[in-house]
């Protein structure tokens, strides 16, 4: 288990929980925000062994009403197939990622796989990234540069061209621990 609350000024806390499966990972979570903008979040993601999104449900409800988002991916011969609500959606076709805004989880995807890069060395990919609490589903190329650790943890500078550049650091194991004006993780 894992939990976080948020140093945007947004008064949040999340949550999540990984589970090892046969073939992969299960992840689910969940974000409440209450203050400016109150909203709930609730999310799986199942990934396979190479941290690649396979399936995604997301949920949230906020003054705008209650929504619900399915992603679904076929991953065939190094190329991946998107489906949104059962409906392929070519414009997220060769994204490996999924990133739910609501959580700094879904950064954990790409960071390990992108674990055996040298400091100073970045990777840019296109992933789905699922607007909360719209769950509108969008394209964006992330951008993940490995730093120099600090404080004992591993650090990676995040960036995308709407949002701008953050620094994660992260566990040994790719789970955030903070993240630069987002969150950072709670200990029990």
Not at 63 to 69: I, L, N, P, S
């Given at each position: 288990m894992f939990g976080w609350e948020r140093t945007d000024g947004s008064g949040g806390r999340s949550a999540a929980r990984v589970e090892e499966l046969a073939d992969g990972w299960l992840l689910h979570g969940c974000e409440v925000l209450v203050g400016h903008e109150t909203l709930a979040c609730w999310f799986t993601v199942r990934v396979g062994s190479d941290w690649s999104?396979?399936?995604?449900?997301?949920?949230?409800?906020?003054?705008?009403?209650?929504?619900?988002?399915?992603?679904?991916?076929?991953?065939?011969?190094?190329?991946s197939v998107w489906s949104v609500n059962g409906v392929p959606d070519g414009r997220l076709d060769d994204c490996i990622d999924v990133d739910v805004a609501a959580t700094p989880l879904t950064n954990t995807f790409p960071i390990r796989r992108l674990a055996a890069l040298e400091v100073g060395a970045a990777a840019t990919r296109p992933v789905a990234w699922v607007d909360v609490p719209s769950l509108t589903v969008t394209r964006v190329e992330q951008t993940y540069e490995r730093l120099a650790g600090r404080n004992g943890l591993d650090a990676w500078r995040y960036s995308d061209p709407i949002h701008g550049a953050f620094v994660l650091e992260v566990d040994g194991d790719g789970f955030v621990v903070d993240y630069e004006r987002f969150a950072r993780r709670v200990r029990p």
């Open positions: 999104t396979r399936e995604v449900e997301v949920a949230a409800f906020s003054a705008a009403g209650r929504r619900q988002v399915s992603l679904a991916v076929d991953h065939t011969d190094g190329w």
